[in-house]
């Protein structure tokens, strides 16, 4: 069996978030399992790609609109990964330093999929599955199947999974001269709303479609930024698959960034002495409970409601506890932290940025891991949280309510909570902050959470079986 994945993301080549967290580790997992998995993702300019060795795999011309332009798939030589990584370069276009957030990068990511699709077009044999992954790959199975150019990959099977439904890639019908030459009667696999949509698309023409969560497969008929009523037509190729992680990349017993390492025996005197060594360097007590936000600050993400609810927490719970936030998005929502910290620097920190190392420290010296969540597909952070035997709190939604219990129920470990709103977070910091207090049940807790199995070894079965039924 033979898949290849296609996704703008791939840790540690290039992460924005959680898509890269998965297109680095379901691959691996699926090579140990005997399925020959292989990556094909952008070339930007990130370390990775000095740091690493390559070998030219193939060079062609393609047209996008009466453009032609070159591309490069270049190949990691030693298989560092795992698995077989190629890039994509296409010069001027894909050589840059972030993965997003450019102008043009409709162009950008449409060059990269018709260069994936012309370069396999010319393989000589037929891979068992194209696996693509968001709206970034999502013309990928129109273009299998109704560019001319491509006939050769008509029968090869699809896979979309959806990370992000949030997102789909709308390209006005203007644009439409930059999909190579295709049957014109199939304009309607391409339209929603009077534009084109890569994500709608994808749904349209994939064999099969998976979810990150299985509660987001649900949800999606009722919240899918405007795409429910195609979700629910299509239900029937349709099934959640929670996320796995990578339990060689976040293990609090071997974890390289970590100060200290500890395992589910040593985890009280573990995590107090990571969490030390974060309030040294940022100035927080540690003798206080230490909540932390790691993330896009992004409404998806309830980051809006951050300065509010902890200016409440603050004022409420005076003296009791310590907050981190970690995180960049929306320049309102990071001034307005940046604010609270300056206003309260005893007891809340922000960093803004991007910071891979912070991150884990941050997994391994919190004792609470705030998710207030308005949409969340799957999420990662809460089962890094728990791997590093800190407590999530999240609001009920997609993957957070498919992997975490609330403590008020039979064997919970985590908060749970119902709004993204000031209220309902408030009320969660004082729950943590009385548990916290009850050292019993606070270790019993973090035992509990940490001996949680979310490997990827036992999830990618699931997706063979979406191979084999294709
Ligand atoms: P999403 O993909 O929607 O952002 P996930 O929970 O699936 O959310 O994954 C987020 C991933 O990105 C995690 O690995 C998290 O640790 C990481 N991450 C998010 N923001 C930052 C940041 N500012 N610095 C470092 N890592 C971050
Ligand atoms: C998306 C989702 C997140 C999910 C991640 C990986 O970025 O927002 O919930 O965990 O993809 O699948």
Known sequence: MEVV??????????????????????????????????????????????????????????????????????????????????????????????????????????????????????????????????????????????????????????????????????????????????????????????????????????????????????????????????????????????????HEVWNPATDCYLIEHFSVKTVTAGKQQNKQNICDQFGLDATKPLFVFIGRLVGEKAADVLPGALHKAIQTYREKASYMILGSGDPAVEAALTNLAMANSNCIKVSIGYNESLSHQLYAAADFLLMPSRVEPCGLNQLYAMRYGTVPMVRSTGGLQDTVIDMGDTGGYGIRFTHANETDIVHAVGRAIDVFENKTHLLWMRERMMQINHSWEQTVQSYTNVYKSL
């Open 5 to 246: 994945h296609i996704s703008a993301e791939c840790y540690p080549v290039a992460k924005a978030g959680g898509l890269g967290d998965v297109v680095g580790a379901l691959p691996k997992y699926q090579n140990k399992a005997g399925i020959t998995s292989k990556v094909v993702m952008p070339m930007y300019r990130t370390p990775f790609l000095y740091n690493s060795d390559w070998v030219v795999d193939y060079k062609a011309k393609a047209y996008m609109g009466g453009w032609e332009f070159e591309y490069t798939i270049i190949k990691e030589a030693h298989n560092k990964l795992g698995f077989d990584l190629y890039l994509v370069d296409i010069a001027g276009l894909l050589d840059r330093q972030k993965i997003y957030g450019y102008s043009d990068d409709t162009a950008r990511f449409t060059a990269f999929q018709i260069a994936v699709v012309h370069w396999m077009s010319h393989w000589s044999h037929r891979p068992t599955a194209v696996h693509c992954h968001d709206y970034h790959a999502g013309l990928i199975p129109f273009m299998m199947q109704h560019c001319y150019d491509y006939n050769h990959l008509k029968s090869v099977p699809t896979v979309l999974t959806i990370h992000n439904a949030q997102y789909q890639g709308w390209m006005p019908w203007s644009q439409s001269m930059l999909i190579p030459k295709w049957d014109l009667s199939k304009k309607g696999l391409l339209d929603w709303d009077n534009c084109i949509n890569p994500l709608a698309a994808a749904i349209k023409c994939a064999s099969k479609i998976t979810t990150v969560s299985p509660s987001y497969m649900q949800e999606l008929m009722h919240h899918a930024n405007g795409l429910e009523t195609l979700i629910a037509s299509e239900k029937n190729k349709c099934v959640g698959i929670l996320n796995g992680i990578d």
